[in-house]
């Protein structure tokens, strides 16, 4: 597509429910990244996928949150019996591959998770 | 250790007005990346520019300057007669040559009233 795509836009769920965060991101591209961003503070890194295999796992704040990217593609983010210190906007952003860090990123508009 | 520090939470200016917002970065690497990002209220981040370790000349793009300054850390931003559409979060950001990740700051969120 022309640029990245997130889904859904706004999620509130229950606390304890699982949730999945899905990321669409620009055709062609074979990097793709999750960032989080809590209210009032800067992106924090959760995962680095080149291709379909993550080498930068580095970020994810528990075993309750976990990422998959299929076909080289869409990318999704799966937060298991959510808290509500989840509650953040949650930004997907691609790049081609091995520029990202050179060239920068194009970030999707991101999916504000509410935990209540 | 924190890579990027943007100390000014918030600015709040009138139109016309210049202002400059700042970054300090923290890299034990010789090659390095650094990025401003604007986040409107939509959400989306838009990049606005990109400097490499090698090149410390500052760039004007309009009404968007930018410094660098190795010497201190530093890469500052100015928005030279701010606008009202130029009210949005913005973000300094790192990335070293070595890892395929951004250390981004805490942001900046600019205020400009008509």
């Known amino acids: 597509g022309a640029g990245v795509s997130q889904s859904p836009s706004n999620k509130v769920t229950e606390k304890g429910k699982d949730v999945e965060l899905r990321c669409d991101p620009i055709?062609?591209?074979?990097?793709l990244y999750w960032y989080r961003q809590s209210l009032g503070q800067g992106l924090e890194f959760l995962i680095y996928f080149q291709g379909n295999s993550a080498p930068d796992k580095s970020g994810l704040p528990s075993d309750r949150f976990s990422a998959e990217r299929t076909g080289g593609s869409v990318s999704t983010l799966t937060i298991q019996r959510t808290q509500q210190e989840d509650s953040a906007v949650y930004l997907c952003?691609?790049?081609?591959?091995?520029?990202?860090?050179?060239?920068?990123?194009?970030f999707g508009s991101g999916t504000r998770l509410t935990v209540v | 250790a924190q890579k990027v520090t943007q100390a000014q939470t918030e600015i709040s200016v009138v139109e016309k007005e210049d202002v400059t917002l700042d970054c300090v970065y923290e890299?034990?690497?010789?090659?390095?990346?650094l990025f401003w990002y604007k986040q409107p209220p939509s959400g989306e981040l838009v990049f606005l520019i990109r400097?490499?370790?090698?090149?410390?000349q500052n760039e004007i793009s309009g009404r968007y300057s930018w410094n660098f300054q190795k010497s201190t850390s530093s890469f500052n931003f100015t928005i030279t007669a701010s606008q009202v559409v130029d009210s949005a979060v913005y973000f300094c950001?790192?990335?070293?040559?070595?890892?395929?990740?951004?250390?981004f700051g805490s942001g900046t969120k600019l205020n400009v009233k008509p």
């Open positions: 055709s062609g591209h074979t990097a």
């Open positions: 952003a691609s790049s081609s591959q091995g520029q990202g860090r050179i060239f920068g990123y194009t």
């Open positions: 950001a790192l990335s070293e040559a070595r890892l395929n990740k951004f250390y």
């Open positions: 890299t034990r690497d010789t090659t390095y990346y």
């Open positions: 400097r490499n370790s090698f090149d410390e």
